[in-house]
């Protein structure tokens, strides 16, 4: 079984910094991916940013300059940090996973459960 655990999010001011984190847990036997995804009340899920292992970051337009991803490979971790927030950002963040478990030959795809993030004054 695979978990993904989330933190991080919160309540900011528009202008302001928050750190997200996700951790991957379970027999794993290689991930080839991690990302961040949100959704927006009303809106689809959108690809905020994803790392692929060994690999240069992906960043959706809107966050561009303003959100860094990056990885822990040894502890199986993703982090966004998020500054110049604007209320535009408020979503629910949902860590991603591209991997492969122990004892199957199968490239898979889980979720998080999902952090708030809101920002607001």
């Known amino acids: 079984q695979v978990q993904l655990g989330e933190s991080g999010g919160g309540l900011v001011q528009p202008g302001g910094s928050l750190r997200l984190s996700c951790a991957a847990s379970?027999?794993?036997?290689?991930?080839?991916?991690m990302g961040w995804y949100r959704q927006a009340p009303g809106k689809q899920r959108e690809l905020v940013a994803r790392?692929?292992?060994?690999?240069?970051?992906d960043y959706a337009d809107s966050v561009k300059g303003r959100f860094t991803i990056s990885r822990d490979y040894a502890k199986k971790k993703v982090y966004l940090e998020m500054n110049s927030l604007k209320p535009e950002d408020t979503a629910v963040y949902f860590c991603?996973?591209?991997?492969?478990?122990?004892?199957?030959?199968?490239?898979?795809?889980?979720w998080g459960q999902g952090t708030q993030v809101t920002v607001s004054s």
């Open positions: 790392l692929t292992t060994g690999g240069s970051p």
């Open positions: 379970g027999s794993i036997f290689n991930i080839y991916v």
């Open positions: 991603n996973a591209d991997l492969q478990t122990r004892g199957s030959y199968r490239r898979q795809n889980y």
